[in-house]
């Protein structure tokens, strides 16, 4: 291809017309500015028409100095809109964890989902919204009984959106937060309790909620993980989210829909709360239930919303 060069002058400039082209780069030598272009440029004059494989347009001084006072406004606003983000991201309100895992005298115990919330739905296991509430109300049972002072999130089947949860477990004074979920995969050779923290003061109750768990037998132990789960990350106070097994998987779907299981589930829950309060050997819950539980139905206890036990 012939190498063709071009200088802009006067109102030849305006004539000058780039087209296409695979891209450019410009640059400065002495008193004019050049940009390297791969692309056909038309002249202007008549029909005559150049191509060139790399050309050279020279621009007078002025030209240069306008072009370089735009790239660096560019360069000042990008540099302005990156610190502006930066400043929002530093301000962004943080929630203070203050550390009452050995002094609580309150347990905040939330019933996953609700209302129009159903959760996991799996054919082997019932909606997760009901056995949720069911095992958070016998939870909330047994620290009653072990002398504990309670707030349920919600005590019935009501949708409680998750800010008013965290307004909820950031509204007590020396309190722990424990939510109760069910899980689901789409895989449903997969089981086992998940234990879920966000802040590191929570890491010794979500522990200890794991380990009593995991001696139900013929349970798997799938570990204790972070999350940034809204009532985790927005708590004030340790709060951890215990999965308590799959609704998707055969049997444990199947054992959630028996009372005795669940009511297993809340022993172990309750035993590591008050131990974590209290020490070892301090709990003397029992999986026995009276027959006024054993009667009620899941998800048919009455009050909408926070309910406070003491």
């Known amino acids: 291809m012939e190498k063709f060069s071009a200088r802009i002058k006067g109102k030849i400039a305006n004539r000058i017309i780039i087209k296409g082209g695979k891209g450019f780069k410009c640059g400065c030598s002495k008193n004019k500015c050049f940009f390297h272009a791969m692309t056909e440029i038309s002249s202007g004059f008549g029909n005559r028409t150049r191509s060139f494989s790399e050309s050279k347009i020279f621009a007078r001084e002025k030209t240069c100095r306008y072009l370089f006072t735009m790239l660096r406004l560019i360069n000042r606003a990008i540099a302005i809109g990156s610190l502006i983000l930066l400043s929002a991201c530093a301000t962004a309100p943080t929630s203070a964890v203050k550390n009452t895992t050995k ?47 309670t707030v349920m999130t919600r005590s019935s089947d009501v949708f409680i959106p998750l800010d008013e949860r965290v307004r909820i477990e950031n509204g007590q004074k020396n309190a722990v937060f424990v939510s109760i979920h069910f899980n689901d995969s789409r895989r449903r050779g997969i089981h086992g309790f998940e234990t879920y923290y966000h802040s590191g003061v929570s890491f010794e109750l979500a522990s200890l909620i794991q380990a009593k768990l995991i001696t139900i037998p013929h349970s798997a132990n799938r570990g204790i993980h972070t999350a940034n789960f809204r009532v985790l990350r927005l708590a004030t106070c340790p709060a951890i989210l215990v999965e308590c097994g799959f609704l998707s998987n055969r049997s444990e779907g199947n054992q959630a829909r028996d009372w005795e299981y669940r009511e297993l589930l809340a022993d172990r829950i309750a035993e590591a709360i008050v131990e974590q309060r209290y020490g070892a050997g301090v709990y003397r819950g029992s999986t026995q239930v009276t027959a006024q539980s054993q009667s009620a139905s899941m998800g048919q206890e009455p009050a909408p919303s926070a309910a406070v036990h003491h």
């Not at 989902?113 to 919204?129: F, L, N, T």
């Open 103 to 149: 002094t609580f005298t309150t347990v905040v115990v939330d019933a996953g989902h609700g209302g129009k919330d159903s959760g996991a739905y799996r054919r082997y296991g019932p909606p997760e919204k009901l056995v949720t509430l069911d095992v958070a109300q016998r939870l909330d049972r047994k620290l009653r009984e072990s002398q504990m002072k």
